[in-house]
Nanobody, 119 residues
Framework: QVQLIESGGGLVQAGDSLRLSCVASGRTFSNYGMGWFRQVPGKEREFVAR????????VYTDSVKGRFTISRDNAKNTVYLQMNSLKPEDTAVYYC????????????WGQGTQVTVSS
């Protein structure tokens, strides 16, 4: 069982930056690929970025490429999402999720953190 707790959300202006953090329980954090997703009310949850267990591989959705960076610190059981040049359309609840390396489904989810970007 893995518990995920996100933090770092807030209200910012367009062009500002935020860094989201997600701390995971457990002792085998490096065995999990981690992802960030976001959801706007009334819309489906959207993939944002993912990172491999070692941190050596990352993938981003096109709309955040060049602005967002996902990273992880396995010694701290933490995954980060650095968000720069934020836009109003980035407004959403952001969730981190964990999947066992070698599987495709994200099995564990955090409770989400709200990011609001004003224009």
């Amino acid at each position: 069982q893995v518990q995920l707790i996100e933090s770092g959300g807030g209200l910012v202006q367009a062009g500002d930056s935020l860094r989201l953090s997600c701390v995971a329980s457990g002792r085998t954090f490096s065995n999990y690929g981690m992802g960030w997703f976001r959801q706007v009310p009334g819309k489906e949850r959207e993939f944002v970025a993912r990172i491999s267990g070692s941190g050596g591989s990352t993938v981003y959705t096109d709309s955040v490429k060049g602005r967002f960076t996902i990273s992880r610190d396995n010694a701290k059981n933490t995954v980060y999402l650095q968000m720069n040049s934020l836009k109003p359309e980035d407004t959403a609840v952001y969730y981190c999720a964990a999947r066992i390396t070698g599987t495709s489904a994200y099995k564990y989810w955090g409770q989400g953190t709200q990011v609001t970007v004003s224009s």
